[in-house]
């Protein structure tokens, strides 16, 4: 589990290093702390949700489903309601540009999220793998 937690958020983390240089360079130095903003709200509550649909793997589908549907909607609900209050209460998040990276960073933790958890366990006997 720690494995995969630690995959999301070096994943999230090297994403964010690319976007933001590739951002300064096109936008200014506005666009680094835009993102980094960005990444950080969405990457708290997917690492949160993913702990839990984690968590719950070896139970019952009923469960797993609970957790990967409500923590969807709860990841949602938090990274919309915390953009909405950093928006607010930071002047320099005050454009479109920042609701952009908020965008594109909840999509790119949400799919690297779903692949970790979807992933088979290496230790589980007959678990098939995904190869290229």
């Known amino acids: 589990m720690r494995q995969r937690l630690a995959g999301l958020i070096v994943v999230t983390l090297l994403l964010w ?16 702390i835009q993102s980094a903003a ?6 708290v509550p997917a690492v949160g949700t993913m702990a839990w649909a984690l968590a719950v793997r070896s139970r019952s589908n009923g469960e797993q489903m609970l957790a990967m549907l409500g923590g969807v909607g709860l990841r949602m609900f938090l990274v919309l309601g915390l953009g909405l209050a950093a928006y607010h209460a930071v002047p320099l998040l005050q454009s479109e540009a920042f609701w952009i990276w908020l965008l594109v960073f909840y999509l790119v933790t949400l799919g690297l999220e779903m692949m970790m958890v979807l992933l088979p366990d290496a230790a589980t006997p007959g678990a098939e793998r995904i190869t290229t």
């Open 17 to 32: 290093a690319a976007a933001a240089w590739i951002g300064q360079r096109l936008w200014g130095e506005s666009a680094v």
């Open 38 to 43: 960005a990444m950080l709200l969405c990457l």
